[in-house]
């Protein structure tokens, strides 16, 4: 975004009224270093499980590139988020109707990136974002992988970040890296660890350990561990029919560990009083500082 672009979304964005409504949702940013770890099955496994909790939840695939949420719910969007940026579509029009009351917000693949999205366009989009997540307790985004600028926007805008990692050494490093480049960021920035498909307990122990150690020796700064998801076949077989595991197999371990891992996050992530409002102020300000 151009300077000019970003001072004006600046000051549209200071028309935000500094007293958020209560109602306003929580902002949760999914995010991994390398790619395929698991994070669109961890979107739609947590949203399946807190909608169980009696929650409303929207999730918003923010994947670009790749999207495939849509996909891994088994939903056919006529419209996406690319009619939204283009001012075709509203917001509430794409909305889509996912199972167990979710709702989605999908986007196309191949559409442009968010850096190179105007200013209209995404005023449109961070209007739009406001008004459904008045109507949310939760706005679930399932980012691309990796450190592109307009990841972290997104990263650096949401109340809190939940960075997801496998057990292997290549998605720790990236796990590792990502950590960093938010930390110098944002040291103050909410960041959760999710372990996900580990082969056991002790394998997701381990990892969680060697990340801890190496941010808290070279950024000196402590994770807030989310928990884990263990590797488990059912997940696979949910995602070749198209259906959330937690919904075609609520008592398989993938599907408690989601379960679980919601019920971490309704005790543990309050409501900010401000929580949209700043997101939409930090996404209008196009800068990831
Ligand atoms: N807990 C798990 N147990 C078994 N398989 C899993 C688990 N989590 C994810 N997978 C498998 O890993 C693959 C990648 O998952 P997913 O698409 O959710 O990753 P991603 O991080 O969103 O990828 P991308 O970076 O491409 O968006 C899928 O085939 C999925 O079925
Ligand atoms: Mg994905």
Redesign the pocket.
Known sequence: MSNDQASRLRQLAQGVPHEAPLFAARVVAIT?GK????????VAGLALALSQQGQRVVVMDA?FG?A?LDI?LGLSPKYTLEHVLKGEKVLEEILLDGPSGIRIIPASSGVQEMTRIDTLAELRLVQGLQRVAETADWLLI?T??GIHDSVLRLLMAAQEVIL?TTPEPTSLVDAYAMVKVLHLREPAKPLWLLV??GQNPEEAEETVEQLQAAVARFLGKQLQVLGM?????H??QA?RQQRGVVDLFPHCP?SLAFQSLANQLLRRVSLQPDGFATFWRQLASGDPH
């Open positions: 991994s790619g395929g770890v698991g994070k669109t099955n961890v994947d790749l495939n891994l399932d691309a992988a997801v996900n498909n998801i263990p590797g488990d076949p997940v696979l995602v993938a």
